[in-house]
């Protein structure tokens, strides 16, 4: 998958994890070691600016991989 939503995404990734060797639809919380409850909202922070869109409590609570953050990005029709 190589459309503007997930190029945002890794591009906002590598801004907070450094290099990523393997970021895909498929990565999972689990998948990166310093994704801990801070660096959870430090994500979100980094999407609501760069992205301008706002996530409500449940979505922020809901997200444990790259495939629901984009699921929520689609689903608020983001515009890139």
Not at 19 to 42: G, M, P, T
Not at 56 to 73: C, P, W
């Amino acid at each position: 998958m190589n459309d503007k939503i997930m190029q945002n995404l890794e591009r906002i990734f590598k801004d907070l994890f450094g290099e990523i060797k393997d970021f895909s639809i498929e990565s999972q919380r689990k998948d990166f070691k310093e994704w801990d409850s801070i660096k959870h909202l430090e994500i979100i922070f980094s999407i609501e600016k760069k992205l301008k869109v706002k996530f409500n409590t449940f979505e922020i609570i809901s997200i444990k991989s790259i495939k629901d953050i984009y699921m929520i990005l689609k689903e608020k029709n983001v515009d890139l």
